[in-house]
């Protein structure tokens, strides 16, 4: 009842930017696919009439080894995962310290982990369901709805792989916002943490030190925020 | 004595160097509306937050309702009422939604036809979002928000700042609803000496972040007095006596603020000193406050006459 | 009963006293008679916006004063004028308030009958308690 309460407060705080996130994710996808589509359709038809092939009779090898659409939409989801990350962490730890809401949300009847529980996990929630479920409702689209030829799923896999940076630059944010210290001194560290976690992550060639890196990293930064939520002065 | 429902042990602040509080060792029993005094930057805030455990004593200790302060579980948390300071809310929320939010905080003991007689009475509409509202509505509603789940201990950070009469007043009749409930005890600070007065039976003043007082209202009253002693020639040099805080001199005359000094004692002393006869000046709790928190050899600010 | 108070905070005059004036001021009047009943203090402080400790400070000055009686249980009630107790001392204390309006009265350059005249005017107010105990005594 009362971490609901927290969690919807949470949600709802992050809902615009879950919204926009998810409608500019959509759009840019939506564009793409139907556009590729056309673009696609077209040049069959061109080289189909100048090589005196039947329609169908082709199979176009440039748009099989070349399929740029989704990988375009993806480079979109790459900024706009991290991007959603650092304002999603600016809305939960940054805000109350200028609205100076603090002090009335932490006295609580519940404990203090439970307030940060319900900010990580309206991200995380938001994460898995603006950018991520739309992301995966995308990918099935292209390969489904008969207008594009199937992407191989390593391109799911590699938007996947931004929506987890963008989780680790929100904790990278939060760490940095709950930092008393100056910028200059340990205050940088999370938002510096972050970005460094995410190149890392991104010239890894193999899916498991991906993975292994992505883990590590959210382990650390997850330790790093609590630890500081725990014992922050408000 | 009542039971203590809020104590400080030694409490001790630093920010850097410099401590905002040192060493404040007070108690509030059950039962009482107690005023928190101090002037600005006195520390009345470090001192509210520490108690609430936003902040960590750097040294001591406070506790409430028997709990210490770093460590109030949800159980003692939801026995006690905060008003912050500035009545800061979430400001997309609307009251309604607001009510809702708190209201989960405090299951079972949540006085919804308070909390809507109490908007109702306020002209409000729970429909109304907090970002739209006036600093005087923010503060009702915040007001609503602490009395309506009905806590034992209510502790209020400068709840009347920068409000209106009408509002003030509307502050006090609160705490005074709310302590007539058995067993709720208020701790409030204020800058508003009249409204302290009214309703508090117990006041704590700190000053540079020391405690100068922890007594009950008429105490305080009866105890910071301020006597003029008139001489035939010209007043003594030296002054020795227990309880002056300081004095001012002008040529036959010596003005003396002292406290907890008797009738007879400075009967007694003003025959030693040679004086010609004495009168006490009567002070309000204002005057009383500002005479008891100047420094000792205090000048005034405007200096209209040469010296 | 009708007993209009007026609490002024910030004033010289403390809460409680403010309260004891103004009640035993009543009582005097004829405004409050023997018998009846005092506002209970937690109505009594909602009402005025005061802390219910000041008004039952004040209640136990004028039952210390004799002026009322609390009954445990039912109230507090002003009390039978005939049962009052008056004492030297309070006799004495009122003698030198006494003086301190009459040195007052001859620095202003008020002489004996002008002065005994304002007082006869005074009295008129307290006329209702006065001359009901004079004709319970006569």
Request: with cysteine; aromatic share 10%.
């Amino acid at each position: 009842m009362r971490f609901l309460a927290l969690l919807r407060k949470e949600l709802r705080e992050s809902l615009p930017w879950l919204l926009l996130a998810g409608l500019l994710l959509l759009g840019v996808g939506l564009l793409t696919v139907h556009y590729e589509a056309r673009f696609a359709h077209m040049r069959h038809q061109h080289w189909s009439s100048h090589s005196g092939l039947g329609p169908g009779e082709v199979v176009n090898t440039y748009d099989l080894v070349h399929s740029p659409h989704l990988a375009w939409v993806a480079m979109w989801l790459a900024f706009i995962a991290p991007g959603l990350g650092l304002v999603l962490g600016i809305c939960h730890f940054w805000v109350p310290l200028f609205a100076r809401t603090w002090s009335f949300l932490l006295h609580r009847s519940t404990s203090r982990m439970s307030i940060l529980a319900a900010k990580l996990a309206a991200a995380i929630l938001g994460f898995l369901i603006s950018p991520g479920l739309v992301w995966t409702g995308l990918y099935w689209y292209a390969c489904r709805s008969g207008l594009l030829i199937p992407e191989p799923i390593q391109i799911l896999v590699a938007g996947w792989i931004y929506i987890v940076i963008g989780l680790v630059v929100y904790l990278g944010t939060a760490l940095s916002a709950l930092s008393t210290a100056r910028w200059y001194t340990t205050r940088i560290f999370g938002l510096a943490f972050a970005a460094l976690a995410a190149f890392l992550i991104l010239v890894q060639w193999h899916l498991g030190w991906v993975f292994a890196l992505a883990v590590l990293a959210i382990a650390i930064l997850f330790g790093q925020t609590v630890a500081a939520f725990l014992s922050r002065e408000f | 004595m009542a039971e203590i429902v809020l104590e400080t042990k030694g409490l001790t602040k630093y920010y850097g160097a410099k401590p905002a509080l040192d060493h404040l060792d007070l108690r509030v029993p059950r039962g009482c509306i107690c005023g928190f005094l101090g002037r600005n930057g006195a520390g009345k805030t470090t001192a509210i937050k520490l108690m609430l455990g936003l902040l960590a004593p750097t040294a001591g200790s406070a506790s409430l309702l028997g709990c210490d302060s770093t460590a109030l579980t949800p159980a003692i948390r939801q026995r006690i009422g905060y008003v912050t300071e500035g009545h800061r809310l979430f400001r997309w929320m609307t009251i309604g939604r607001l009510e809702e939010f708190q209201k989960a905080f405090f299951p079972g003991q949540w006085d919804s036809r308070l909390f809507a007689d109490m908007i109702e009475y306020f002209e409000l509409s729970k429909k109304q979002k907090i970002k739209h509202l006036s600093n005087g509505q923010r503060a009702q509603v915040s007001l609503a928000l602490a009395l309506a789940p009905n806590p034992e201990l209510l502790v209020m950070d400068d709840p009347t700042l920068g409000l209106d009469a009408a509002i003030r007043r509307q502050f006090l009749e609160g705490m005074i609803e709310l302590i007539t409930r058995q067993g709720r005890t208020v701790l409030f600070s204020s800058h508003i000496l009249a409204d302290v007065e009214r309703v508090a039976d117990r006041i704590v003043v700190i000053d540079k972040g020391v405690l100068r007082a922890d007594c009950s209202l008429e105490q305080f009253r009866t105890s910071v007095r301020k006597v003029v002693v008139y001489f035939e020639n010209s007043a003594p040099a030296d002054i020795e006596l227990a309880g002056l805080l300081h004095f001012r001199r002008s040529e036959r005359q010596l003005e003396l603020t002292l406290v907890g000094v008797g009738d007879a004692e400075v009967a007694d002393w003003a025959r030693q000193a040679g004086a010609g006869r004495f009168d006490f000046v009567e002070m309000n709790l204002e005057d009383q406050f500002i005479e008891f928190t100047a420094p000792a050899h205090r000048r005034r600010l405007f200096q209209w006459e040469k010296a | 009963m009708a007993l209009w108070m007026q609490i002024s905070s910030g004033s010289e005059t403390p809460i409680y006293q403010q309260l004891v004036e103004q009640i035993s001021g009543a009582i005097a009047r004829g405004e409050l008679r023997t018998g009846d009943k005092l506002p209970a203090v937690r109505a009594l402080a909602a009402e005025l916006v005061i802390n219910p400790n000041t008004v039952a400070r004040a209640y136990t000055l004028l039952e210390q004063s004799g002026l009322v009686t609390t009954k445990t249980g039912s109230g507090t009630f002003v009390s039978d004028p005939a049962l009052r107790q008056v004492d030297a001392a309070q006799i004495n204390t009122l003698a030198e308030r006494m003086d301190t309006l009459i040195s007052r009265a001859v620095n202003l350059g008020l002489d004996r009958s002008a002065l005994m005249a304002l007082f006869e005017k005074r009295l008129e107010k307290f006329a209702g308690t006065l001359d009901k105990g004079k004709a319970e005594n006569g």
